[in-house]
Structures are given as structure tokens and as C-alpha cells.
């Protein structure tokens, strides 16, 4: 009879690292956005400002931690 093998543990579903660097591009998105809106009143610019802010932090968060 073949031995019962054990069962893989399911893969890890998201590191510590990377929620941190999610979540601090979601913050620095939201500040960014309240920020450009509070000095404009133009919320085209201000999303565009915040989605911005959020991809640059995703672009270089991961290369400082």
C-alpha cells in the first residue's frame, strides 16, 4: 500500500510586506487626493493627483522595504 502523504499547507494569501505597502499607497492616495481637492474644489484633478500618488507608492515602496 502506498504511504498517506501529508497535506501541503495552503499558500500564504498575502505577506505582511506587501499589505503594508498596499495599505501605504492607499493612504498616501487618499492624502494626496484631499489635499489637491482642498486647495482646487476640482475632483478630476484631485483623483488623477491620488492615483498618481498610489501608483508612484507602489512603484517605490517595494524597492525601500
Do not use: D, K
Request: charged residues 10%; without cysteine.
Amino acid at each position: 500500500m502506498p504511504e498517506p502523504t501529508s497535506p501541503t499547507p495552503p499558500p500564504e494569501r498575502l505577506s505582511l510586506r506587501w499589505a503594508l505597502i498596499l495599505l501605504a499607497a492607499v493612504v498616501a492616495g487618499l492624502l494626496t487626493g484631499l489635499l489637491t481637492y482642498a486647495q482646487s474644489r476640482n475632483w478630476p484633478a484631485s483623483l488623477l493627483a491620488a492615483l498618481g500618488a498610489s501608483g508612484m507608492a507602489l512603484v517605490s515602496l517595494p524597492l525601500l522595504l
